[in-house]
């Protein structure tokens, strides 16, 4: 069974702060990685993609993967409420199957 | 350029039961996945369609079938409704190639009560 791991949370940071998402996986195999943010009573969209080990910036949000360690996270800079959401890791397997953490609430008070 | 669209948005059906949800995927993308997330968990994988074929499957019973048309939208079947079977369920077209076919466009997705 492969396995996608994340801790449910919540994580509650203040605004302006550093929110930083974590996730393990359990296939050694995976190549690509992806970070999708969900908000209450939406669907996913997509936010990060990170494919080579190393950290992967865009805007606000950085992408860290550590294949060794089989390892992904999400930081966050400058935290804002609107940032509140569920951060979903995915990671792509074979079967063209994309398996999903529970994902992490994350809380950005004002 | 429109998106994915899924309907119906609610639903709700009883024990025994046929439902059948429809997606309509984004201009481009020729792959459709399936996805079923129950309250407070991650989407899990139920299939995907390429060229009007089934292009992958994860652990759901031969109950949950599906369909892709020429023009790329799919329909998600699921016969003989159990109580666990609600939930939403997420449609996601991507486009073709190894690079895009995991970049996922979701639609707003269609929850299923089942009584």
């Known amino acids: 069974q492969k396995e996608v791991e994340q801790n449910s949370g919540p994580l509650s940071v203040p605004e302006g702060a550093i929110a930083s998402l974590n996730c393990t996986y359990s296939?050694?195999?995976?190549?690509?990685f992806f970070w999708y943010r969900q908000y209450s009573g939406k669907s996913p969209e997509l936010i990060m993609s990170?494919?080579?080990?190393g950290d992967k910036e865009d805007g606000r949000f950085t992408a860290q993967l550590n294949k060794a360690s089989q390892y992904v996270s999400l930081l966050i800079r400058d935290s804002q409420p609107s940032d509140s959401a569920t951060y979903l890791c995915?990671?792509?397997?074979?079967?063209?199957?994309?398996?999903f953490g529970g994902g992490t609430r994350l809380m950005v008070k004002p | 350029e429109t998106g994915v669209t899924q309907s119906p948005t609610h639903l709700i059906k009883t024990r025994g039961q046929q439902v059948t949800l429809r997606c309509s995927s984004q201009?481009?993308?020729?792959?459709v996945s399936w996805y079923q997330q129950a309250l407070g968990q991650g989407p899990q994988f139920i299939f995907q369609?390429?060229?009007?074929?089934?292009?992958g499957r994860g652990n759901f019973p031969p109950r949950f079938s599906g369909l892709q048309f020429p023009n790329y939208s799919s329909e998600l079947n699921v016969n003989a409704l159990e109580l666990d079977d609600s939930a939403l369920y997420l449609c996601?077209?991507?486009?073709?190639?190894?690079?895009?076919?995991?970049?996922?466009?979701f639609g707003a997705g269609s929850r299923l009560t089942v009584l």
């Open positions: 996601a077209s991507s486009p073709s190639g190894r690079s895009g076919a995991n970049v996922l466009t």
């Open positions: 296939d050694r195999g995976s190549q690509s």
């Open positions: 990170i494919y080579s080990n």
């Open positions: 995915a990671v792509h397997n074979a079967g063209n199957m994309l398996t």
């Open positions: 201009s481009g993308h020729n792959t």
């Open positions: 369609y390429y060229r009007e074929e089934e292009n």
